[in-house]
């Protein structure tokens, strides 16, 4: 049955466009565009000139407030605190770090809110449903269009908004730039080297257990277990022991020799004794899961996973390479010991890794 839903409609009245809907008989009726009223700027030149200078003021000072940062950063001391209410005590740095980056990027972004508002074309456009794809009318009105909008927004003609915006958008990454002095100085051969490159042959190092302090000796090592070590000498009084820990500790894993596929991984190790890095090759965490069944370690960062049984081969997760391996025997009193420095670099990849 035919039914024409208008006949049920009361006699209503759109008053927000004072449209009569039972009148015209649809209810879904485009009420168009309400007519356009020009804006102060586009009926008054000196109106038009006053916004132009506020939008360039902004980018002078998102400017200025770039200098700012830069200025903070080269001059304030990072110790410094000073008392700012209501935040309370606070690093001078990063507050003048904070307010200049902030007043730098807000002003950006108010100017060109305050160039749209009140100097560009304001004009709105019914933007019609179309297919996704447009054909090349579409293309070349869109072209024309988007010409015509850079005219209107006189991009080409006002020049001081122009330029003092390009101003402001070619100092803001240069926040960024100086903050890469954070980074310090190049590791240079540093990272080449662990502790253990004072073991020689003729003057091998003792592996200590970090957590008893003293030497090992092979059968201290029992399958099944993860026992960490340090060099012999490295001490927690002294100095740089973080510094230093961070790149000498092992962890020593116990393998029945047939059970280890890597003939040059077993050649390195003391019957059946493996010390590779703790320090795991992806960004660095200190390993500490050992799955006795698998020979499995895990990293408790990002779950790298290696196979010790296997040249600590990488066999899940984001490292880059397996765990480097030092090599050990015992000396004449039966202590394990290292007699030379890994083969390659310990930890995470850096840029001047020979591999
Ligand atoms: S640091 Fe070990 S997996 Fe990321």
Not at 27 to 39: K, M, N, Q, T, V
Not at 184 to 200: F, I, Q, S
Not at 222 to 241: H, I, M, N, R, Y
């Amino acid at each position: 049955m035919s039914h024409d839903m208008s006949e049920n409609l009361p006699e209503a009245h759109d008053a927000s466009h004072g449209t009569d809907v039972a009148t015209h008989g649809d209810p879904f009726a485009d009420p168009g565009l309400p007519a356009h009223e020009p804006r102060r700027t586009d009926i008054d030149e000196r109106a038009a000139q006053r916004a132009e200078r506020q939008v360039s003021l902004m980018f002078v000072v998102s400017m200025l407030a770039t200098v700012g940062f830069i200025a903070s950063y080269a001059s304030i001391d990072a110790d410094k605190i000073v008392y700012i209410f209501p935040l309370g005590h606070v690093s001078a740095l990063n507050f003048a770090l904070g307010m200049t980056l902030g007043v730098a990027l807000f002003c950006i972004g108010a100017g060109a809110v305050h160039w749209a508002r009140t100097l560009m074309s304001d004009h709105e456009l019914p933007a019609e449903r179309h297919p996704i794809e447009a054909d090349d009318d579409v293309r070349n009105d869109v072209i024309e269009q988007f010409k015509t909008g850079a005219a209107e927004s006189g991009f080409g003609r006002r020049k001081l908004i122009r330029n003092t915006l390009f101003g402001s958008l070619a100092l803001v990454p240069l926040s960024g730039v100086v903050l890469l002095r954070d980074l310090g100085p190049l590791p240079e051969k540093k990272l080449l080297h662990t502790g253990w490159v004072e073991a020689e042959p003729s003057k091998p190092l003792r592996l200590v257990n970090m957590n008893t302090d003293q030497p090992m000796k092979a059968e201290d090592i029992v399958q099944g277990s993860l026992t960490f070590a340090k060099p012999e000498g490295l001490e927690e009084s002294d100095e740089d022991f973080q510094q230093q820990i961070a790149k000498d500790a092992l962890m020593l894993v116990r393998i029945a020799p047939e059970d280890i596929k890597d003939a040059k991984s077993r050649d390195k190790g003391f019957e059946g004794i493996l010390a590779y890095s703790k320090i795991c090759t992806h960004v660095g965490c200190p390993i500490s899961l050992y799955e006795q069944q698998t020979h499995h370690a895990l990293c408790p960062c990002h779950q790298s996973t290696f196979d010790l049984a296997d040249g600590a081969r990488v066999i899940f997760g984001p490292a880059g390479h397996p765990l480097p391996q030092l090599k050990i025997t015992t000396d004449e009193q039966g202590f394990l010991v290292a007699t030379g420095d890994f083969d390659e670099p310990v930890g995470p990849s850096y840029w001047e890794r020979p591999r």
